[in-house]
């Protein structure tokens, strides 16, 4: 999908939410992002698999509150077999290492860093890896990367970053493959954070796609029911977005809560995982 489309995918959502109320036509829709019936209708089920109006009952509090009830279970079961590493994301595997202390106290000395910027059905992503794994991926202005770029250099403040997208452009392609296609190759992620934050972001590995959980739940699972604060401090640092569900963590009445890459980033990733699943 084109930069150009996913904009027109995220005004339409945004257009769908803040009129909700007044349950707007196809029509109306499709002339507040400037396409035909036709056209709008087609460009979002190739996006979301589902029509705009089924898409938007999928985002709603009510719909979100009786998921999380229906997740508890499966969650629970996901924790107690500790199907954290590997994770899965869909029929993608994903496997996770810790930075060493010695390479977070040099800074990246030594380490080379590729980096692209490419497109996604969400948006334009950077994303960066080592010869270890993954070590970023946002979501990002294509004319205006730098922000990224900065977080990228404030971790790794020794590494050699290089411009590769030619190195990186199959990695985005196992994350976010063509035609829904599935390469069996396990993708390595290399995290850099406290040991909390590595705890959430391992947990955050567990919750399987069309599940949600809240930050008190997680909280709850790591042993420390007092840190719900804590925990959302960690999630909203997830330094690999998609691959690390952030997305699917909410607030416990059921609200969308905040994301890093903006709110209307998370109700497209999340819509696009429950219709999937419903």
């Known amino acids: 999908m084109a930069q150009g489309d996913y904009q027109k995918i995220a005004q339409a959502i945004e257009f769908l939410r803040e009129s909700a109320i007044d349950q707007p036509s196809l029509d109306k829709a499709a002339q507040h992002v400037g396409l035909s019936p036709y056209h709008f209708q087609r460009l979002f089920k190739r996006f979301a698999g589902v029509s705009p ?12 509150r009786e998921l999380l009830r229906d ?3 499966v969650l629970e079961t996901s924790y107690s077999v500790g199907l954290s590493s590997p994770g899965r994301l869909h029929d993608l595997m994903v496997n ?13 000395d030594g380490m080379q860093i590729l980096y692209g910027i490419h497109p996604t059905p969400f948006g334009d992503c950077i994303l960066a890896q080592t010869e270890r794994g993954i070590c970023r991926l946002e979501f990002v ?3 205006n990367p730098k922000p990224a770029l900065e977080r ?15 190195k990186t452009e199959t990695t985005v392609e196992q994350i976010f493959p063509p035609l829904q296609s599935v390469i069996g190759r396990p993708l390595p992620l290399l995290l850099r ?17 069309g599940s949600l959980t809240t930050y008190g739940n997680l909280a709850q ?22 691959l ?7 607030r416990g009445d059921g609200g969308i809560g905040g994301y890093h890459w903006g709110k209307t980033r998370k109700l497209a990733i999340l819509g696009c995982e429950l219709a999937k699943n419903d």
């Open 53 to 64: 109006k089924r898409f938007l009952q999928h985002l709603t509090s009510s719909y979100a």
């Open 71 to 73: 997740s508890t279970p």
């Open 96 to 108: 996770v290492e810790a930075a060493t202390p010695g390479e977070i106290k040099s800074g990246g």
């Open 141 to 143: 202005d294509a004319d």
């Open 152 to 166: 990228l250099r404030h971790d790794w403040p020794l590494a050699e970053l290089k411009e590769c997208p030619e």
């Open 193 to 209: 954070g406290t040991n909390f934050q590595l705890q959430v972001w391992q947990a955050l590995l567990r919750i399987p796609s």
């Open 221 to 242: 699972q790591l042993g420390q029911p007092n840190a719900s604060r804590a925990v959302g401090t960690a999630v909203g640092r997830n330094p690999i977005g998609y």
């Open 244 to 250: 690390i569900p952030c997305h699917r963590v909410l």
